[in-house]
């Protein structure tokens, strides 16, 4: 006797209709992929030993595989990824947090719930060669992960929500969303060389190293804007000098662009962090990580004067000059040239 009953078998085909004929499918005791013929667990140096739907459903009614459950191979002939939150569900089937809501509000992908009945699995069609990550602690109520290969998931055909939505293709740009604003951010960020082409002495990467701030380099496509500019020599992600404006569910990393003429722009990935702030500092960008303005109250402001300033026809003021002079000495500066700029302007 299956531990899935006929009507759950039928949500599972429904719900994996593409996947029915690819071999990557398995019985499972418990939890684990099981082979019932040899009597061991199956591993990913089996797949020769994998079935399709129909091979492991008709193993289910055998006397041997009594209890057995079903379950699929993530990335083994197929490009599924599944997002499993644990103890995402309270004792009444609704979400533990406000997290998990959004989570489900924005998917409308096929979402079983776990065998437990209180974790649930959202399955997604992801490009190949897309990496796993760990999700952020506290969203669900244990751990949480977005898996893409080498994981066995047992199914349970018990489709969470109102209907049975089918598998949803989540584009790159989603999954690096997902990545930003719900992943765990690494204990330590990995170790970086500074970059060294033709300006090395004035990077970002150079700056930061020198003050012991911790970054990692990142990789964009280089947009028009970048292209007018001389194209991307440089990226960067750092904590966000805004990060105290951050909620807790908020990635705290911003990333920096510097081109090839020394132009630098900056993006956040939280949204109360105005990008047109970041990019208005222009220049003088890199002197706002510097430890003097990143340990400093001061750093709306100073981005706020530095647009309005600059706009008005203030010179940038440099990184150098910004480590010099430290966040009131900017205030201070901004502030003679405004007060010059209004005297000028009175008739």
């Known amino acids: 006797m299956s531990a899935l009953m006929k009507s759950q078998l039928d949500a599972i085909a429904r719900g994996f209709q593409p996947l029915l004929a690819a071999k990557c499918w398995a019985l499972s005791l418990g939890k684990k992929p099981w082979d019932y013929d040899r009597g061991h667990a199956l591993t990913w140096s089996d797949p020769d030993l994998f079935l399709n739907f129909w091979e492991a459903t008709d193993q289910l009614y055998d006397r ?3 209890g057995a459950g079903l379950g699929i191979f993530l990335g083994e002939g197929n490009r599924l990824a599944c997002i499993d939150l644990d103890g995402a569900l309270n004792e009444e089937g609704n979400p533990v947090t406000e997290v998990v809501k959004r989570i489900l509000h924005g998917s409308i992908t096929l979402t ?3 065998v437990s009945g209180r974790g649930l699995h959202l399955f997604f069609e992801v490009p190949e060669g897309t990496e ?3 999700l952020r602690e506290g969203i669900s109520g244990k751990d949480g992960d977005f898996f893409t290969h080498k994981r066995f998931i047992r199914l ?5 929500g109102e209907r049975d939505y089918p598998i949803r ?4 740009n989603h999954v690096e969303y997902l990545r930003e604003n719900f992943g765990k951010v690494p204990a330590a960020l990995p170790e970086v060389k500074p970059f060294t082409g033709h300006v090395s002495g004035r990077s970002l990467a150079d700056r930061l190293t020198a003050a012991g701030i911790p970054f990692r380099c990142a990789h964009v496509s280089p947009q028009p804007f970048h292209l007018e500019h001389g194209g991307i020599i440089e990226v960067i992600e750092t904590e966000c000098p805004n990060i105290k404006q951050h909620t807790t569910d908020a990635s705290p990393y911003a990333r920096f662009v510097r081109c090839a003429d020394g132009l630098i722009t900056g993006r956040c990935f939280h949204g109360h962090c105005d990008p047109e702030i ?6 003088s960008l890199t002197g706002m990580l510097s430890d003097k303005i990143r340990d400093s109250s001061k750093v709306e402001k100073i ?7 600059e706009g008005l026809g203030m010179p940038p003021i440099h990184g150098d000059r910004v480590n010099e002079l430290g966040a009131d000495g900017v205030l201070d500066v901004c502030d003679q040239f405004l007060g010059r700029f209004r005297q000028e302007a009175t008739p």
Do not use: D, M
Not at 169 to 172: C, Q
Not at 278 to 283: E, K, M, N, P, V
């Open 156 to 160: 349970t055909g018990n489709v969470y």
């Open 132 to 134: 796993p990550f760990h």
């Open 112 to 114: 079983e719930t776990s």
């Open 303 to 309: 981005f706020q004067l530095l647009k309005e300033c």
């Open 64 to 66: 041997k595989t009594h």
């Open 278 to 283: 970041l990019r208005a500092a222009g220049t």
């Open 169 to 172: 293709y989540l584009p790159p």
